[in-house]
């Protein structure tokens, strides 16, 4: 079983700035894996980044990059450059290798002004 | 195709009424869930089916009815639903456990129903 936690009800950003959005995480399993998930406005489910706790290497996907430090159960991720089509709530996710099940924190919603 | 189609989009019904939500995908994904999501708020597991059976069924009331006919289809039967049963019922998709490669471990969600219980 995986608990996810997401300390920041809310973000805001700079247009073109930089953000952080911080996630930590527990799980008893051994190898499991972690998300971002983007839900705009409307509503579609998004995956962001992905990382698999086996891979030392932090994720990065164009603007998006995650630091994961897994000794710490860490898993923030960075969005440089804001757009404000980022704007959107962020779900953090877990899930282990011995299920299907996904766990979702409670969300950090960003705001991206102009 | 990386789709889920959800269907419908919306919906508004009674109290006494029995309606059904559909979901769909094509990317040979052996692993269909059914999320409840609620304004400002995470989505929550209501059923998890694995290879067309169920595996999972978080405690959900009985007046939700889960179906799987096969591999790309999912279904959710509702009946006799309270007004706080209205929400956003999302589908996603997923490879089972068990499966080798990464991709396909992330849930890939539909866009979800819009549901409103009068």
């Known amino acids: 079983a995986q608990t996810v936690t997401q300390s920041q009800p809310e973000m805001s950003v700079q247009e073109a700035e930089t953000v952080t959005l911080s996630c930590t995480y527990d799980?008893?399993?051994?190898?499991?894996?972690l998300f971002w998930y983007k839900q705009p406005p409307s509503r579609q489910m998004i995956l962001v980044i992905r990382?698999?706790?086996?891979?030392?290497q932090n994720a990065t996907e164009n603007r998006f990059s995650v630091n994961f430090q897994k000794a710490a159960k860490s898993f923030s991720l960075k969005i440089s450059d804001s757009q404000l089509g980022d704007a959107a709530m962020y779900f953090c996710?877990?899930?282990?290798?011995?299920?299907?099940?996904?766990?979702f924190g409670e969300g950090t919603q960003l705001t991206v002004n102009p | 195709d990386t789709e889920v189609t959800q269907t419908p989009k919306h919906l508004v019904m009674g109290m006494t009424n029995k309606k059904s939500l559909k979901c769909e995908q094509h990317?040979?994904?052996?692993?269909m869930y059914w999320y409840k999501q609620k304004a400002k708020k995470p989505p929550e597991l209501m059923f998890v089916?694995?290879?067309?059976?169920?595996?999972i069924n978080e405690s959900v009331p009985s007046r939700f009815s889960p179906e799987c006919p096969n591999s790309s289809l999912l279904n959710l039967h509702l009946h006799a639903l309270q007004p706080e049963d209205s929400a956003l019922y999302l589908c996603?998709?997923?490879?089972?456990?068990?499966?080798?490669?990464?991709?396909?471990?992330?849930?890939?969600f539909g866009q979800g129903t819009r549901l409103t219980v009068v």
């Open positions: 996710a877990a899930r282990g290798t011995s299920g299907s099940r996904l766990t």
């Open positions: 990317m040979g994904h052996r692993a």
């Open positions: 996603a998709s997923s490879q089972p456990r068990g499966t080798d490669a990464i991709e396909g471990k992330e849930a890939f």
């Open positions: 089916y694995s290879y067309e059976k169920l595996s």
């Open positions: 990382q698999e706790a086996y891979k030392q």
């Open positions: 799980t008893s399993e051994s190898d499991y894996y």
